[in-house]
Structures are given as C-alpha cells and as structure tokens.
C-alpha cells in the first residue's frame, strides 16, 4: 500500500532557534536546580519565587507570574510550600483583597544569603563556558526579551508579557 500523504516540507529541528533556546533553558536550569535541591531541597518553581522575592521584595502573586514566567497555579503550589516551610509570609493585598502579597521571612533570607552566592557561581561557571559568545548571546536574548517587555507595576524592574499574534 502506497503512503498517498503528501510529503511535510524540509525542516530543520536542530537548527530551529526557539527549539535551542527551550532545550538549553532546561537543560541549564536543571544543572542549577540540581545543585540547590541538593543542598537546599527546594523546587525550581519555588527557586524562582524565592529569587524573585529576593530581587523585588514583597509582591503580588500576580507580579510574580507574569515576571518568572510562571503559571499561576504553579507559583501557589510553590508559595504554599515555602509558606509550610516558612521561607515566605503571605498577605492579603491592602488595595484588593483578591491578590495575595508574598515575602521573605528571615528564614527565607537567610536561605537565599546561601543561595544566591551558589546562584552566582553558576553564573560564572556558565560564562566561562560561553566565553566570548556570551556578548553575543546576551544581546541576542536582551533584543528579544525586549519584544515582550512592558512596565512594572509594582515590585520595580520590568514585566514580560506574551508577543501579540
């Protein structure tokens, strides 16, 4: 029996630009995550909620979402967490009960003085490896970040915001 479907056009999966960027996301994230877990026991969802609390102080769940590209559902799952482990407080919003504010407690900083020094090593080893591309790289990524880039509302810094279609 003859295959009468018509033949997909030519594409190049392994030199597909948003494919490379996804798999080498992950695959860097995991190598950091690996490091912290270890040492810390904590997830990469709530890495990246504590992080982000670290970078901009008590903020909005919704402010975390949209800045860590994050589900909304995965930064309670993992605020809920750090909360039972009491790395975070949470708070209801003065100006709208609806949103929840989260914070570092004191416990929560003193975890991230161990981290962020683990963090940044990482950072550097991942510099080392890239060398000189890493100039380029970087202003690849900052031009298109760029392109999803709008004002913060709250927190300070910039927020990411899907591209429209």
Do not use: C, N
């Not at 490379?20 to 909620?49: C, N």
């Not at 970087?138 to 927190?155: H, K, M, Q, V, Y």
Request: charged share 30%; glycine share 8%.
């Amino acid at each position: 029996m003859a295959d009468d479907r018509p033949h997909l056009p030519a594409f190049d999966l392994a030199g597909f630009t948003p494919y490379r960027l996804a798999v080498a996301a992950k695959r860097t994230s995991e190598e950091l995550a690996r490091q912290y877990r270890a040492r810390f026991g904590i997830s990469i969802p709530e890495w990246r909620v504590l992080v982000h609390l670290a970078h901009a102080g008590d903020v909005s769940v919704r402010d975390i979402e949209a800045r860590v590209a994050m589900e909304k559902y995965e930064v309670s799952r993992a605020a809920k967490r750090l909360a039972g482990a009491g790395l975070i407080v949470k708070r209801a919003h003065e100006g709208d009960r609806r949103l929840v504010r989260l914070a570092l407690t004191a416990e929560g900083e003193a975890l991230m003085r161990d981290l962020l020094p683990l963090a940044q090593a990482y950072q550097e080893e991942i510099d080392r490896r890239l060398g000189a591309a890493l100039t380029g790289l970087e202003a690849g990524l900052d031009r298109l970040l760029a392109d999803w880039e709008i004002p913060a509302t709250e927190g300070g810094g910039r927020v990411w915001h899907e591209p429209e279609v």
